[in-house]
């Protein structure tokens, strides 16, 4: 690899080009089932810091639900109008109440893998040949 070709990908690492930012959409089977149509959650990937702040948490319920709300775009589960009508003092107490614990593993957990973790990410190049191992 040349010298401007090392150049171009770091120029393209760090340029407003590159988002590294992904979202994702949940289909809930359970709450659609309730609700009689599709309940979709849009979930995104989390940053290098929330997610170092989020592993630092030793509680994994605590842990799970601080990404959920962290990570949980849509439907909006931070709206205090909402939650407090529906008589939670907290959006943490909502989402424990009204989701499954496996519900919020689940979202959490898909959360993690949007951020990296827990998937293939890189492949190892072997020198002097144009194959690669995963």
């Known amino acids: 690899m040349e010298k401007t070709d ?5 120029d393209w690492l760090f340029s407003a080009d590159n988002e590294t930012a992904e979202n994702k959409e ?7 089932k309730i609700r ?6 849009t979930i995104k990937s989390l940053g290098f810091d929330d997610i ?3 592993r630092a948490i030793q509680d994994d319920s605590r842990r799970q639900i601080a990404m959920v709300l962290a990570g949980v775009l849509s439907p909006n589960l931070k709206d ?4 407090r009508a529906a008589g939670f003092a907290s959006a943490a107490d909502a989402v424990k109440a009204k989701l499954k614990p496996g519900e ?14 827990g998937v293939s990410i890189a492949e190892e190049v072997e020198k002097n040949s144009g194959s690669t191992t995963t």
């Open 6 to 10: 090392k150049k171009n990908i770091i």
């Open 26 to 32: 949940i289909k809930m089977t359970r709450l659609s």
């Open 36 to 41: 009689g149509e599709d309940v979709i959650f």
């Open 52 to 54: 170092c702040h989020y």
């Open 80 to 83: 205090k109008d909402a939650y």
């Open 104 to 117: 919020i593993s689940l979202l959490a957990n898909e959360i993690s893998r949007l951020s990296g973790y």
